[in-house]
C-alpha cells in the first residue's frame, strides 16, 4: 500500500515536471513564443523560470474600438485630453475666477477673525484658563498654528488666481 502511494506521487512529481514550456522571447515590451517572429524582430530569449503575462486594460491614449478620436475645439491640452471650445474655456476661466475670488474673500476674512483673536499672541484668557496656564498656552499656539495655516491658503489661492488668463483681471487683492 506505502509502495503504491510513493509510486503514485512519484508520478505526479515527474508529470509537472516533464512538461516544459516553450522557450519565450521578448520584444521590447511585448512577449512571444513563435521563433520566426522572434528572429525577425530581433527579440532577446528569455532564460530561468517561466513567464507570466496580464493582458493590461485600454491606454488611455488609444480610443476603444469603434471611436474615432475626437479633436473638436482649438484648446491647446495635452494629447489626451478632450479639447474645448475657445468660448467654452473663457466662460469655464471666468467660473474659476469667480469661484476662487469668493474663496479668497472667505479665507481674508478668516484671518482678520484670527488675527483679532490671536491679539499679537496675547488673546483674552477665557474663564477656565484663567486657573489652567497650560489651556491657554495650548490655546494661544493652536491660534499661530491657524494663522499660519490660513496665511499659507491665502497665498495659494492667490497663486492660483494669478495662473489663469488675464480675461477678467478683477481679483480682490
Known sequence: MKQVFMTAMLLGLG???????D???RCGNEYTNTKP???AKGCKLIEGGNVTIVQGGRSAKTPPAGKPAT?????????????????EQKARD???????QSELKKAQ?????LQREY????????????????????RVA??????ARNESDVAGIRRELDRLPAGNASASR
Not at 15 to 21: I, L, P
Not at 71 to 76: F, H, K, P, V
Open 23 to 25: 522557450p519565450i522571447y
Open 94 to 100: 471666468s467660473d474659476a475666477r469667480l469661484i476662487l
Open 37 to 39: 517572429d522572434a528572429h
Open 15 to 21: 508529470a509537472g515536471t516533464c512538461h516544459a514550456q
Open 119 to 138: 491679539n499679537n499672541g496675547e488673546p483674552e484668557k477665557r474663564g477656565d484658563e484663567s486657573r489652567n496656564h497650560q489651556k491657554y498656552l495650548d
Open 71 to 87: 479633436s473638436a475645439g482649438t484648446g491647446s491640452g495635452n494629447g489626451n485630453a478632450p479639447r474645448v471650445a475657445s468660448g
Open 109 to 113: 476674512a478668516r484671518q482678520e477673525e
Open 142 to 147: 493652536e491660534l499661530k498654528a491657524s494663522l
